[in-house]
Structure formats: structure tokens, C-alpha cells
């Protein structure tokens, strides 16, 4: 059918018109927001590069969780500044480290809030790679046992969910293994199944303290000109074990989630991540872009090429906009 006969802008006549025949809905049901958790207490130290994002202590910490789950977003993510590092990366598994203290303190006061942790040792160890170093290699076998130890703690600590970040090979089969032999067969994986060495993550390595001390993590994350590849990962997560498959950063890489949507049916998340998030809020600040709008349309995006879920520092701006 051509013009005359079809004319498309018949559909876009007026608000109520666009609004029935509206193909994806961004919905704080598809939010998760990130916290960044640090010691002490009264702490609300600002990331620079990260204009309304902090490291927070855990009496900050529950101040701003109250207000996330006021919003009706449905989960947080939190990533763990610790007081000390090592070579072992040791506060990542320790019973008492932030993000195990951070769980507790967040779950007894927020029973239902879904609360995912970040599974990854480049926090806390001191040359700030994901995984054990030994003659300037990131060595892969001796990494999983770790981090398994690591998705475990964050388990007894009362964890909804865990999420391993470092790209290590066999990580999900070594986490589901040892979460099942624990007694936390019902607890899911939700693993960052394809995740690329990004300059985007810069803001990020501000915000944790966690660049490498020695070179760059092109060894495990994936080289971003790469598609084919992003398949081949979310299959071999999908069969060790992983139930939801993430895809970061997001916005250069909107090809790869539509691919994955296209080609598995976990659900799918995609990771909005800190230089993405940077970028946008410089830009506004200079009054450059309309933040609302660019944000919003952005992130529909991300659910048009097919997420499901949403990780964004936006989060609670989106919430609000939603909301209104
Ligand atoms: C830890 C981790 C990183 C991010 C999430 N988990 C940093 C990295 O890999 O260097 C990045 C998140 C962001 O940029 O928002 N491995």
C-alpha cells in the first residue's frame, strides 16, 4: 500500500493517537540504580565526574534506599569501596567486609527491596585487576575460586542476587557450583555475560578506586568492534548457569543487545554505564541538551533494542519523570 492510501502520520495525530499505538514503555518496574558503599559514618562524598552520584557510608546509605524504594524502583546494585586492599583482593569474601556489612544493614530495613551485589575482585585488590596477578598476568582458574567464595559471602549476607562483573572464564559454572553446594540453589545469577574493555567505564574507576595499577583489562573484557563474540558468551553463560544475561555499557552498543535479545530468551539487562551517564549530565549543565528528554529517549532505546531491565545512575531522575 502507498500514498495516498497509507499516510503513516494518520497514527501520529495527537497525544492519545501516538499513545495507542506505542511499541515500548520505559517503566520504573525496569530500573535497578547503583550505590557506591564506603566505611565510617556521615560519609556523602561526591564523585566528581558523576554529578548526584556518591560513595556513601551505610547510615547514608539507608537514607538514600529509603528514598529509591519510595520511587518504586525494584533493586539496587552495590559495588563496595573497602578500607584496604591486597594482592588477594581479601575484602571482596570477607564475612565482614563493606559490601557483606552493606547487605545486612539494607535488607533488615528493606526486606523486599531486591538487593544485587557486584561480584568482581578489582575493588579490593591493590594492582586493581579483576582476577589473581602473577608475573603481570591475570590469571584465570585461581580467580574462580574467589570469586565463587566472594558470590557466596554476598549470599549469607542476605543478597537477592548476584552479580559476577569480571569476565573471568568458567566464573558463572565456579558461582552456581559453589551457591548451590551452600544451600543457595534458589539464589539467581545475573552474570555480565558481555562486557566490553570500554573507555566509558573511566567515571566509574573514579567513583570505586578501581583502575588497574599496571595496564588495562583488554586481556578479559571483550574488544568492542566485536558482535559474533557477544553471542558466544551469553551462550556460555546461559549454559553454566547464568539467569540473566547483562550487556555494557549500553548506548554504543545497542546492536549487541538487540542481538542478544534476538538470539536467546533470558531475560536481558543493559548497563548503563558511569561515562554514559557523565556524558549526558555535562552536556546538560552546560544547557547544551534537554536532560529529561534525551534521557528518557535514550533509555527507550534500550528497551526498543531489547532489555528488559535497565542498570542506570538515572535512575531516580526516571523514576521521578515516570512517576509525575
Ligand atoms: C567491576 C566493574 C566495573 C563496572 C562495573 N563493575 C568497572 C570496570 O570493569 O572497570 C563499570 C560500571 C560503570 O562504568 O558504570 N569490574
Redesign the pocket.
Known amino acids: 500500500m502507498y500514498f495516498p492510501v497509507a499516510r503513516p502520520r494518520r497514527l501520529r495525530s495527537s497525544a492519545n493517537m501516538r499513545r495507542l499505538v506505542r511499541e515500548n514503555h520505559l517503566r520504573v518496574d525496569d530500573l535497578i540504580y547503583p550505590f557506591f558503599v564506603t566505611g565510617g559514618s556521615n560519609v556523602q562524598k561526591p564523585v566528581e565526574s558523576m554529578p548526584g552520584v556518591y560513595n556513601l557510608s551505610i547510615d547514608r546509605l539507608l537514607t538514600k534506599v529509603a528514598a529509591i524504594q519510595a520511587l518504586g524502583i525494584p533493586g539496587i546494585l552495590l559495588f563496595g569501596i573497602p578500607d584496604s586492599k591486597d594482592a588477594f583482593g581479601s575484602g571482596a569474601y570477607d564475612a565482614g567486609g563493606i559490601v557483606q556489612q552493606a547487605v545486612r544493614a539494607v535488607k533488615d530495613k528493606f526486606p523486599d527491596l531486591l538487593v544485587i551485589t557486584?561480584v568482581?575482585l578489582?575493588e579490593y585488590t591493590d594492582h586493581g585487576h579483576?582476577g589473581i596477578v602473577h608475573e603481570s598476568q591475570v590469571l584465570n582458574d585461581p580467580t574462580l575460586e574467589l570469586l565463587a567464595r566472594t558470590a557466596v559471602s554476598h549470599a549469607q549476607s542476605g543478597a537477592d542476587i548476584v552479580a559476577p562483573?569480571?569476565m573471568m572464564d568458567g566464573r558463572v559454572q565456579a558461582i552456581r557450583k559453589a551457591l548451590d553446594a551452600e544451600g543457595f540453589a534458589n539464589i539467581p545469577i545475573m552474570s555480565y555475560s558481555v562486557k566490553y574493555a570500554s573507555a566509558?567505564?573511566g567515571p566509574?574507576?573514579e567513583a570505586a578506586g578501581?583502575a588497574p595499577q599496571f595496564g588495562d583489562?583488554k586481556t578479559y573484557?571483550m574488544d568492542p568492534p566485536n558482535l559474533r563474540e557477544a553471542l558466544r558468551e551469553a551462550e556460555q553463560d546461559i549454559a553454566e548457569g547464568a539467569d540473566i544475561i547483562i550487556v555494557k555499557p549500553a548506548m554504543a552498543y545497542m546492536d549487541v543487545i538487540a542481538a542478544v535479545r534476538g538470539n536467546f530468551d533470558s531475560p536481558l539487562a543493559a548497563y548503563n554505564?558511569?561515562?554514559e551517564y557523565s556524558m549526558l549530565k555535562a552536556a546538560a549543565r552546560l544547557g547544551w541538551i534537554d536532560e529529561r528528554r534525551t534521557t528518557l529517549e535514550l533509555l527507550t532505546g534500550m528497551k526498543r533494542a531489547g532489555a528488559d531491565i535497565i542498570i542506570t545512575y538515572h535512575a531516580p531522575d526516571v523514576a521521578r519523570w515516570l512517576n509525575e
Do not use: H
Request: some cysteine.
Open positions: 557486584d568482581c578489582c579483576c562483573s569480571d566509558f567505564y566509574f574507576r578501581s583489562r573484557q554505564v558511569s561515562g
